[in-house]
């Protein structure tokens, strides 16, 4: 499946409702983010993940978010692909963003239970 595409927001969405440990990692934890990656194959590619009384949402377009992330296609597969750290992209500019960013800091244990997702979705993912 190409990164970005319907199918790889499905996938996602299809593992992070799946997982358990995201699941356990949600509880005690409110967040919402919403991801915009510019100049993608499919265009601008909006997506979401919201967090909030112990459930986990990922879909695509735009939720009511704490934070945006905002960033090209190029830095997004870099990312994805791991030949890029997200806390550089920031202190880079490569990554913008608006918003309340110390809630997403606050929910870092959250979001290390989504690497497992990220690992296997990455693993059926091309990037070109």
């Not at 509880?27 to 919201?50: K, N, R």
Request: aromatic content about 10%.
């Amino acid at each position: 499946m190409r990164y970005l595409s319907d199918e790889w927001i499905s996938a996602v969405a299809h593992e992070v409702g799946a997982d358990p440990a995201v699941a356990a990692a949600a509880v005690g934890h409110t967040v919402a983010i919403t991801q915009v990656v510019t100049d993608s194959p499919f265009g601008e590619v909006t997506y979401h993940l919201v967090c909030a009384d112990g459930r986990v949402h990922f879909g695509a377009g735009p939720a009511p978010s704490d934070v945006t992330f905002r960033q090209s296609y190029d830095t997004a597969v870099a990312i994805a692909r791991g030949e890029l750290n997200a806390a550089e992209s920031f202190i880079t500019g490569k990554v913008r963003f608006s918003g309340n960013h110390e809630t997403v800091i606050a929910a870092q244990p959250f979001f290390a239970a989504l690497d497992s997702v990220f690992t296997r979705v990455r693993a059926r993912t091309t990037f070109n």
